[in-house]
């Protein structure tokens, strides 16, 4: 099977892929027709590929078109499940919108930005002072009522099988659990309601290579969002597993789904 991918870094686990460049696109476009499997092009490489020369990707096409930003995979939660959202507000800018926003809401809340990860472009608005200036950068408004949690979950799902899930504690006194905004990692006591709704998002809506950020107020679990392109911080020999995980999908290699050097899931009813 011939595999080229456009992301040396994440494909690092898989033997026998061909890198190129993704500016370099062009200049190889026969050997991209002739390829069984293009793994991590980038955003803009998507439709090229997969329209105009009819290719397969990995991760899948609807992974890229929702994980593209937090508004469109936001409307496809609130579709598919909107019991299991946090009250969200999706607005632009104009006085009435933050007014219907503060009055729905109150001080504080939170805002995001609407193409971020890694906890960048997050806030927690305490003022209408905040609020304004939080618009002034932002196009679009992206607001959240602030849960009352101080963890939330990680749940890395590729090909519809949970490699990985852990808590990402929020440092004391912050509103971000990312890892890269000083989030602890804890492995124990996984949820199965959180692990049941990142299964059922990935099924329903063809996701298959990202991970999910899940919380959960008094057992019942919220997502806010999912990452294609995730951290891999939490997950054992995380190259191996991961590699073996897109074989897998790609219908290459054995099946082996308990490779060492990943603690068993703790799950909590």
């Not at 991209?32 to 090229?48: C, G, M, T």
């Not at 939170?110 to 002072?129: C, D, N």
Request: proline share 6%; hydrophobic share 40%; aromatic share 8%.
């Amino acid at each position: 099977m011939k595999l080229i991918t456009f992301d040396v870094f994440r494909t690092l686990g898989i033997p026998g892929v061909r890198y190129i460049k993704p500016e370099r696109m062009y200049d190889h476009l026969e050997e991209i027709r002739q390829a069984d499997w293009l793994l991590f092009p980038e955003y803009w490489q998507v439709n090229a590929l997969v329209y105009g020369l009819g290719a397969r990707i990995f991760p899948s096409l609807s992974s890229y078109h929702l994980g593209h930003d937090k508004v469109q995979q936001t409307r496809a939660f609130l579709a598919l499940c909107p019991k299991h959202v946090p009250p969200t507000e999706i607005r632009g800018t104009s006085a009435a919108a933050l007014e219907e926003v503060e009055a729905r809401f109150g001080y504080p809340f939170i805002a995001k930005r609407i193409k971020s990860a890694m906890g960048e472009g997050v806030r927690l608005i305490e003022s209408r002072q905040a609020l304004l200036d939080h618009v002034a950068e932002e196009p679009v408004l992206y607001a959240q009522a602030r849960l009352p949690v101080d963890r939330d979950l990680r749940i890395v799902v590729v090909g519809g099988e949970v490699l990985t899930a852990y808590w990402r504690v929020t440092p004391l006194g912050g509103y971000r659990a990312n890892v890269s905004q000083g989030g602890r990692i804890d492995h124990a006591a996984i949820p199965e309601a959180a692990i049941d709704l990142a299964l059922h998002l990935a099924r329903r809506l063809g996701i298959d290579h990202a991970g999910f950020d899940i919380a959960m107020v008094d057992g019942h679990p919220y997502v806010f969002e999912f990452n294609r392109l995730f951290g891999n911080q939490g997950i054992a020999d995380s190259s191996k597993r991961i590699g073996a995980a897109i074989q897998r999908v790609l219908g290459l290699g054995d099946d082996d789904r308990d490779p060492d050097g990943e603690p068993p899931l703790q799950l909590t009813a």
